[in-house]
């Protein structure tokens, strides 16, 4: 047993993706110089939202019968809530963080059985024969997961079909099981690749992007805003050199992928969201190849 607290605590000083700063204070602030934050869906939709609003800005027929990709999927509660809601055909998490493709996993077994185990018929809010509201206590991820699953389409073990999670660096070395998407989304990710590979990461993004689209496939984009970058540019040295260089800015994107990279037109999102936490109302456009 003390072998094993040993290996666990090495595991845990040798992740390059998440740390915490060396402090006699156990409650430091986490350092997560890929973006790759736990339980970050926890503080960016909050508990009471009915789902994240970004979902409710999504066309169904972008992902209905789709072969999708979620770049960027964190703990993968936006993948899973995706396919439930919109009958992927399939959808792919990856993430560069393995710890949270480990998280994404047990979030998915853990929808499957929870839905395994409902009733056909349930009364609303989970009552009891007294009508009495149940009052047993969920983590703030089991309270998000569920209310960003709203008049699913998929349940229980189908999703062990259709979601699946990869750890992989998209930008440098990832290779995708599959040569064509329908839909691929990115979704407050830009600027941790932008950050720490510079503008060519960035531009390596889009390619990549718009090679793995079939021909009238979408590309959803949510870039961060530059007042983001400024907030998170110390987060590591190599993201500190990267900001000081930087010539393409997040506003310039739109040009990038339409002059450069070749996508044929783009719709600004924005207008749809609604309800989002303060410090997250950010752009999303949807781009067509």
Request: aromatic letters at 10%.
């Amino acid at each position: 047993m003390v072998e094993e607290n040993k290996n666990k605590e090495k595991k845990t000083r040798e992740n390059p993706c998440t740390t915490k700063q060396s402090s006699k204070k156990r409650n430091r602030k986490e350092v997560a110089i890929f973006g790759n934050y736990r339980n970050y869906y926890g503080y960016r939709v909050g508990q009471d939202l009915e789902e994240d609003p970004r979902i409710k800005m999504l066309n169904r027929e972008w992902f209905e019968g789709k072969k999708c990709l979620d770049i960027g999927c964190n703990s993968g509660l936006i993948t899973i809530a995706i396919a439930k809601k919109f009958c992927c055909q399939s959808i792919l998490g990856v993430d560069i963080d393995g710890d949270r493709i480990e998280d994404a996993r047990w979030t998915l077994r853990k929808v499957v059985k929870t839905n395994a185990i409902k009733l056909p018929s349930m009364t609303p809010k989970s009552a009891d024969v007294n009508g009495l509201q149940n009052q047993t206590t969920k983590s703030p991820t089991e309270m998000t997961l569920e209310k960003s699953i709203d008049t699913p389409c998929l349940q229980g073990e189908d999703l062990f079909d259709i979601v699946s999670f990869q750890k992989g660096n998209f930008v440098q070395n990832w290779r995708p099981p599959e040569d064509n998407y329908d839909t691929i989304l990115c979704l407050s990710v830009t600027k941790w690749i932008h950050l720490n590979w510079g503008d060519e990461g960035l531009i390596t993004l889009f390619w990549k992007v718009w090679k793995l689209l079939q021909p009238g496939g979408v590309f959803v984009l949510e870039p961060q805003p530059w007042s983001s970058y400024q907030n998170n540019r110390l987060v590591s040295e190599t993201a500190a050199a990267n900001y000081k260089t930087i010539q393409i800015p997040p506003q310039d994107f739109q040009d990038i992928l339409l002059d450069k990279i070749g996508f044929r037109k783009v719709e600004n999102l924005t207008s749809r969201l609604s309800g989002s936490k303060s410090g997250f109302n950010r752009p999303i456009l949807a781009f067509w190849k």
